[in-house]
Each structure stands twice: as C-alpha cells, then as structure tokens.
C-alpha cells in the first residue's frame, strides 16, 4: 500500500429487515426489525461517524425475488429484502445526528424520471451538506419492470445505452442549468437569483425528451458522488466512463487485483486519471476480543442463518431458478441468465471441485447469503485487510452487515483502534463534502468526468449580495 494511502470503509446497509446475511434478524441481539423506527438509524449513524466510517451505504431493490421456485414465497418468508423501504427517506433524519458520515443511497435510473431524480438528489445534497452519493443501477429484476408498468426488463446492454443517456440528462440539470453566481439573495432589491444566470437544459435524445429549468439552486457538490457496480463487458465501459466509486465482485484477491486493473486501465482509456476512481470490495466480518471469541460468536451466527434464502437471491439475480435441479445435480448456465447479474453468472462456472451443486452453494452460504466471513481477532481481520489493499490495489470495503448494530460497533470499537495503530486509517475527519474528503480535489467532480465537461464557464459579475440586509 502505497505511503499515506488509507483504507476507506463504507458500512453497507439496507432499510429492510434482511439484506445479505438471511436469516440473521432472528439472533436474539439483533435490532434489524426496527428498520421502520427513525430512532434506530440515527443511533446506527451515530455509531459509524464514532468508527469514522466514510459512509453508510444503502442497497435497493424495486421489486420482489421470484425466481426461486418460480415465485415470492421464499423472499417473503424469510423477509429476503421484503418489505424493504425507500433509503432516501433515511438520511435527512441521520444527517440531523451527525456531521461527516456520509450517505449513499440506491436508485434505479430504469425507474427514476431524470427531472424529478435531479431534484430529489440536489435537495439530499443540500440537506447533508454535500454528503451525498448515488450508487446507480440500471435494475435487473422482471418483478421491479413489471411494477413500473414495463413487461420485463429492456436487454442488458440496452439498459446500459440507455443510462448513458440518462446521466448526461442529469449532468445537464445538476451542471449547467444554474451558474455558480446565479443564487445572489439580495434583500435589498428584492432579487433572490438572477434569471440571467440561470437556463433551460434542452434535451433531445433517443430516450428522453427534455425542455426545462433544473428546479434546485446548485448544492455543494452539484452532481453527487458517483458509485457504480457494472462488472460485465457494458457495465464496466459505463462504469470507466461514469463513476468515481466502483464495486467489485469478492471472489479473492488475485481476481480482484485482475479486475483493478482492467478498471484502472479502463478509466484511463476514457479520459480519467486512473487514481480518480475509488475501489472497493464487499466484507463479511465476525470479530472477538480473541480468536475463539470470534469462532463462537460466528457458530452462534450460523444458527440462525437461512441459506435457502441466500439460494433464492442469488437465483433472481442470475435468473437462474435452482429448484429446478436436484441437491447434488450440475447446474448448467444457460441464455436464461442473460438479463441478469453477468458478473454473477459468470462466477458459477465449474470450479476445482467441479461444476456447482445445490449442495455446495447452500453448503457455501454459512451465514444466509454468498460471502465468506473473515472470522478472527482485529488483528487478524486487519492482516486480512492490509492484505487485500496492497494485492488487489483497491481503496477500501463496504462492510457487509450480520447482526447489527453489534457488527458494526465490532468494526468502530475494536478494529478501527488496530488499524489506526498500523498507520492504516484515519484519526479523524477532514473537512468540506463527502468528494472532497475522499479525493481532496474540491466538491466538485474531477476534470476528465463528464460532469465537470458541463460546467459553465465564470462570468463576469458584480459580488454577490449574500445575505445582506
């Protein structure tokens, strides 16, 4: 890891009852039931911003997982992201509690107007203070189209055509629609923006048709900080292309390190500096004050867990259904897959132990989804951290969340102090916007993004007359 480099943690989170790790709701110390108590996210926010976490990170879906056994049943019974709430509505209020963590929310640019989208994000924008991300996603469930009034999903690289669009509509509204001198507030005068700073974005493309002024004075940061997951041919072109942030599949660290650098390389092929884009992996972690500590508490866990429910994520996802084969019977992927998850359908190709089983996805899902946790002492978690960094080249982690909040106050009160001892992380929080703190380059996003390729240029004018009486 390269001088002065620290690791970034994300906890990664969802407003449901279940996420990733099914099942886990039902441990006796588990709190995730009061998901629709506003109380209990501002005591998880106060938690994180106390561990110095970057930002809380909250997954979404728009519809409901129903290829498993060729319906909801198991989604429903094993609250497997269902009933699951809007994570917008989340952050004003966690916000209001804190003043550095950051919040990205999940949002399905297949499902979004642009218009309205623009203005919700400016306006969370505005609220935190410029702590806002936006983790973009493209959908790849039939249940979430057919719930937006669509037959099934558009194919996979057509969404992707689509989404270009779709962010260089939003660019527009959030870039170039208000000059930065536009907001005057002059009391005396009567004049709260001047209208000649201010204009119509005009938009015609082959998916939407705009003609209109963006409805939000310009926020700290304008355009939001950017993450995206794309790990297929397309998504990985969109991603290079788009995002300042990017997940990548956890499938060990020689893979991750072969995918970074196809990132890297990627963005700088588009234009960007490689080092503009942060990466990260997804972690699963159960920490004890010692190591049998730790393998108790992860025994404890795996009571609890529902791997069936695990299975039926991973076959909407995939779209896959695996109750269509026998425990022990080779799952062939097929064309079936092929709106799914590509990344994901990739990754059940056969293995050492040959082609996947029923069997040995359940038997690979011990707490209740995919991940494999990193069991230990924080020394021992941190090894495997630092280890991570320096092999694959990425920038951090969004940690997975088991039962929460314990998982989390694991990470804040007994890993972070160690990794600050090893020089690996923060002491505390810098100044100015969620960009800012991640990249040091100002609110705005970086030159070489398209965003930033929108901004108009300064104009001549007299000192603004904030505020003044």
Not at 92 to 105: N, S, Y
Not at 403 to 432: I, M, N, S, W
């Amino acid at each position: 890891m390269g001088a002065g480099r620290q690791i970034r943690l994300n906890a990664f989170e969802m407003n449901a009852v279940g996420h990733i790790a099914h099942g886990l709701w039902r441990h006796p110390r588990d709190r995730a039931t009061s998901y629709t108590d506003i109380g209990w996210w501002q005591d998880l926010a106060r938690c994180l911003e106390r561990g110095l976490f970057d930002g809380l990170f909250l997954a979404d879906v728009s519809g409901i997982y129903d290829v498993y056994k060729g319906g909801p049943e198991t989604a429903i019974a094993h609250a497997m992201q269902v009933p699951v709430n809007d994570p917008a509505m989340l952050v004003p209020a966690m916000a209001a509690v804190t003043r550095h963590l950051g919040f990205g929310i999940t949002a399905n640019l297949s499902q979004e107007p642009p218009y309205l989208f623009a203005r919700r994000m400016s306006t969370l924008d505005h609220l935190t203070r410029g702590r806002i991300a936006w983790n973009i996603v493209t959908g790849f469930l039939d249940s979430a189209a057919r719930g937006a009034g669509q037959g099934a999903q558009m194919d996979h690289d057509a969404r992707y055509d689509r989404a270009d669009e779709y962010m260089e509509l939003v660019y527009k509204l959030w870039e170039a629609s208000w000059d930065d001198d536009a907001v005057v507030r002059d009391r005396v005068a009567g004049i709260y923006a001047r209208p000649d700073r201010v204009r119509a974005i005009h938009h015609h493309g082959r998916f939407f048709d705009l003609d209109a002024i963006h409805l939000s004075e310009p926020s700290p940061q304008r355009t939001p900080v950017l993450f995206q997951a794309g790990a297929s041919a397309r998504g990985l072109a969109f991603a290079a292309t788009h995002a300042e942030c990017i997940f990548i599949p956890t499938t060990g660290r020689g893979s991750a390190a072969t995918l970074t650098a196809r990132i890297r390389a990627a963005v700088a092929a588009a234009g960007r500096h490689p080092r503009d884009v942060k990466i990260f992996a997804s972690l699963m972690t159960v920490i004890g004050r010692t190591e049998a500590e730790a393998r108790e508490k992860f025994e404890d866990y795996g009571r609890y867990a529902a791997a069936e429910a695990g299975l039926a994520q991973l076959a909407a996802a995939t779209g896959i259904d695996f109750a269509r084969f026998a425990p022990d019977e080779p799952i062939v992927v097929t064309g079936e897959a092929g709106n799914g998850i590509r990344s994901l359908v990739a990754q059940l190709g056969a293995g050492d132990d040959g082609p996947p089983t029923v069997n040995r996805l359940l038997a690979g899902m011990t707490l209740g989804g995919r991940f494999k946790p990193v069991v230990g002492t924080p020394e021992q978690v941190a090894d495997e951290i630092a280890a991570w960094i320096a092999e694959a080249d990425i920038d951090g982690f969004n940690l997975i969340r088991t039962v929460t909040p314990d998982c989390f106050a694991d990470v804040a009160d007994l890993l972070v102090p160690v990794l600050q001892e090893r020089g690996l992380y923060k002491h505390g929080y810098g100044d100015g916007t969620l960009r800012d703190r991640l990249f040091g380059q100002g609110p705005r996003p970086a030159p070489g993004h398209p965003a930033a390729a929108l901004r108009q240029p300064a104009t001549p004018s007299t000192p603004a007359a904030e505020d003044r009486p």
